[in-house]
């Protein structure tokens, strides 16, 4: 199994870490592209993305529980634009 996180999940975390309230470390960037990667997976195959949902993504990606919300905004800015 391969456990590479493609690129373009990075170039979000690029994005994202340009609008964000709190500043992405660099040692986040893995973990918030493994996020990106759940959420937006789950989000192609029409699946619903519920509070626990987000949650249960952000244990198994590593992020802290904190950004759940800040990323919600940023998506749905960033689905608008």
Known sequence: MNDEIPL???DIVDEYSTECAAPVAEVERKS???YFQLLLDRLSNNEEIGEDAQ????KEAGINESRIDDIASFLNQWGNE
């Open 8 to 10: 373009k999940y990075y």
């Open 32 to 34: 918030l592209a493994h």
């Open 55 to 58: 949650k249960e993504m952000a």
